[in-house]
Each structure stands twice: as structure tokens, then as C-alpha cells.
């Protein structure tokens, strides 16, 4: 899972890297996009751990969070 390997050097206890993953993953979804690395994917997952690193921790608000980026951009 390409959120995983964004992860590498950041620090995240074990409940937000869950939560992180279930955004990406739904967010992947209703974009249409796989789990293989490619840019589109490496930017959701950037913006997922943006979010978490500034104090969110629910999935469902990092997927909708996500998803009003992406319809924005």
C-alpha cells in the first residue's frame, strides 16, 4: 500500500496509521485509482498524512477532507 510506504519516516502511533490507511484506501476507490505507486496516488497520500499530521485522526473525516481537496483540484 503506497500510504505505507509514505509513512516510512514520519511518526504516527498505531490508531492513526489505521486511520490513515482506511482513508486512503476509500479515497482510492471513489477516485478510481489503484494501490500501485504513481503520482495521483502518492499526492492522496500526502495530503491524508497533511491532514493527520495537523491533529486528524477520524478516517472519515480524512477521506472527506481528501475528497473536497481532490474535487477542488
Known amino acids: 500500500m503506497p500510504i505505507r510506504q509514505a509513512l516510512v519516516e ?8 489505521r486511520a490513515m490507511a482506511v482513508a ?10 489503484t494501490d500501485t505507486p ?5 499526492i492522496v497520500a500526502r495530503k491524508i498524512i497533511e491532514m493527520a499530521k495537523a491533529g486528524e485522526r477520524d ?9 473536497i481537496w481532490a474535487a477542488a483540484a
Open 59 to 67: 478516517p472519515n473525516r480524512l477521506y472527506e477532507a481528501v475528497m
Open 10 to 17: 514520519q511518526s504516527f502511533d498505531p490508531e492513526q496509521v
Open 38 to 42: 504513481d503520482p495521483l496516488t502518492d
Open 24 to 33: 486512503f484506501e476509500k479515497a482510492c476507490q471513489s477516485l478510481g485509482l
